[in-house]
């Protein structure tokens, strides 16, 4: 009977070594622009069936990083979905202690990247110190405007700034490192994000102008990581009609799939398009457009993958 305890013992100390040592990951809690699907106003092929079929809605582009050895989590932009991705990230990572987060880092000052923050607020959760990670701008910004001033105020949020290229260590095994990149800069300015854990990298670039417009090589910095999150708002031009789509820049996927056309099999596959506009033909897996990337050799980001670290 001892023997059989010491047994049982032993068994659960190596599951628990187990649960320990187990790496540290990202995972994709959304994959939609700012607005999501189905699209305010819109009623049209792209979003009809969505708003009626749960199984067709797409949340706003958001990264969760896990680290399951020391039950730290952290979010990359506070998107409109942040209960929802609040909810499935206390699933897949259980925390009991307060703060709900360890830390939540802003890529920009659009809607879809930090208007979640106001759930923190008096009104629904009414947190404690959560760290925020932001770039001057952005720090400035919520400093001075309503509601968001508030939220500083109350010590729901502590902000912590970030510098172009300044590294973070969130931890022994983790960092995060943001990187400037062209985009509608109206209040903020725009960051990427690097993570980099143990065994591997990810970049994260949710919104970026055309890739043209930046001073740095795209595809090097595809081959310094092992995956790629990229701007993938629009399939091609004329996607959004009635507007001009010079007005809103980004790659077209098409444009970005041709200038990668000459890159190993290897570095292709490292990359997943993210941040899907709801005119974007690519989010359902059965289309043509989203045939086209896979049989090029990419990937569309799809919720609830993971990528250990
Ligand atoms: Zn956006
Ligand atoms: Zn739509
Ligand atoms: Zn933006």
């Keep these: 009977m001892f023997s059989l305890l010491i047994a049982l013992v032993s068994l659960f100390d190596h599951s628990n070594e187990i649960i320990r040592d ?8 959304g994959v939609a622009q700012d607005g999501g699907v189905p699209h ?4 049209r092929e792209c979003c009809r069936e969505a708003w009626t079929n749960p199984a067709l809605r797409r949340r706003v582009s958001c990264l969760a990083i896990v680290d399951p ?31 709900a987060l360890t830390g939540i880092f802003l890529t920009h000052g659009h809607i879809g990247h930090y208007s979640g923050l106001m759930h923190l607020g008096r009104e629904v959760m009414g947190s404690r110190e959560v760290p925020v990670y932001a770039m001057p701008r952005m720090m400035e910004f919520l400093s001075t405007s309503g509601p968001w001033d508030q939220l500083i105020r109350l ?3 502590i902000l912590q700034p970030l510098h172009d290229g300044g590294m973070v260590k969130l931890n022994e ?8 990149v062209p985009h509608r800069d109206e209040y903020t300015e725009t960051v990427g994000f690097r993570i980099t854990g143990p065994q591997r990298a990810v970049i994260f670039i949710p919104d ?9 090589r795209i595809e090097e910095l595809i081959s ?9 708002t629009f399939y091609a031009d004329g996607e959004v009609t009635g507007r001009a789509m010079s007005e809103i820049p980004h790659p077209f996927i098409v444009e970005s799939i041709e200038r990668f056309s000459t890159l190993p099999e290897v570095e292709k596959a490292k990359v997943r398009f993210i941040h899907l506009n709801h005119t974007n033909r690519a989010l359902r897996d059965t289309s043509e457009a989203a045939q086209r990337i896979y049989d090029a050799g990419f990937h569309i980001a799809k919720e609830d993958e993971r990528f250990e670290l």
């Excluded at 187990?22 to 809690?29: E, L």
């Excluded at 970026?208 to 740095?216: P, V």
């Design 173 to 180: 095994r983790i960092s995060v490192q943001p990187f400037l």
């Design 155 to 157: 010590r729901n949020i």
């Design 69 to 99: 050895k020391t039950s730290e989590r952290w979010m990359i932009d506070a998107t409109p979905d942040f209960p929802a991705q609040l909810y499935t990230l206390n699933e897949i990572a259980p925390i009991t202690n307060q703060p």
């Design 22 to 29: 187990a790496a540290p990951f990202v995972v994709v809690f």
């Design 224 to 232: 310094e990581v092992d995956r790629a999150y990229l701007d993938g």
């Design 208 to 216: 970026i102008d055309k890739w043209e417009k930046w001073t740095t």
């Design 40 to 43: 305010a106003g819109c009623a």
